[in-house]
């Protein structure tokens, strides 16, 4: 932030390229370059002599050439900092960037919107003011915004994604099981070899072993009978409707009966 020595502060955006403000911050008397406002050439600043020996931050207009320019033309010009303002866009906050190699960029710089900068700027034109750039919050370091935007916010977004994506196959998976209290209700018979019809199956279609008598065997409401134990545990780890005819041990289609037709 700016903070005028009337204790005014105002919000500023530092520049992604340059030195970082430092814990104390940057103090210096405030100038408009009048020779060239936009900063865009080295200029010639003719201070007060009481300032002489004062360092001097640069407030300059944004526009007619790049960011970086400015601040290299302002650093050239013996500036020790570089406040850039919006005079045009209200209420548009600008992070500065530049491509390329900024190593040469000795001082730091920040980005004023239009509402601060004009009212900093009629400040200055009233003579030089003694300012203070602060280093802000550790959240509004550029290079946390990017981070935030580039690396944090879409990691965030794919977990949450992940998450529900993992409670639908949940939810998906259960309505395709049959629950215990269900299964339990389901017809047992023993094997009875005597009794035993034609066409009527004398081994479990899923273990494939030929039932003995007296085993314990689940009739399904299709009428196909299993080794209890087998098709307990077909219904209600794997799908619920019966494994011979894919008729559901249900009134209700099967969830995944409903999807092979298209439902
Ligand atoms: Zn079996
Ligand atoms: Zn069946």
Redesign the pocket.
């Known amino acids: 932030s700016v903070e005028q020595t009337n204790n005014m502060t105002y919000a500023d955006h530092a520049a992604a390229f340059g030195p970082r403000l430092s814990e104390k911050g940057k103090l210096g008397f405030l100038i408009e370059p009048e020779q060239d406002p936009t900063g865009c050439s080295p200029v010639v600043v003719e201070k007060p002599p009481f300032l002489q020996e004062d360092s001097w931050i640069a407030l300059v207009r944004r526009g007619d050439c790049s960011f970086i320019t400015k601040v290299r033309s302002m650093q050239k010009s013996g500036a020790t900092a570089v406040v850039v303002g919006d005079p045009d866009h209200p209420g548009r906050w600008i992070t500065m960037y530049a491509p390329g190699d900024t190593s040469d960029v000795l001082i730091p710089s920040v980005f004023l919107a239009q509402e601060e900068y004009l009212s900093l700027l009629s400040l200055a034109r009233t003579g030089p003011i003694p300012i203070r750039l602060e280093l802000d919050d550790f959240i509004s370091w550029p290079l946390i915004d990017v981070l935030i935007i580039v690396v944090i916010s879409p990691t965030i977004l794919l977990v949450l994604i992940y998450i529900s994506w993992r409670i639908r196959q949940r939810q998906k998976r259960r309505a395709e099981l049959a629950d215990v209290k269900t299964v339990n209700k389901l017809t047992i018979k023993k094997f009875n070899r005597q009794k035993i019809r034609e066409n009527e199956r004398e081994e479990c279609a899923i273990c494939l072993e030929d039932y003995m008598e007296a085993d314990s065997l689940r009739v399904?409401?299709?009428?196909?009978d299993f080794h209890a134990q087998c098709v307990d545990a077909w219904l209600t780890t794997q799908k619920k409707?019966?494994?011979?005819?894919?008729?559901c041990i249900e009134r209700l289609p099967c969830p995944q009966q409903q999807h092979e037709r298209g439902m």
Do not use: G, V, Y
């Open positions: 399904l409401p299709c009428q196909h409707f019966c494994p011979i005819c894919k008729a």
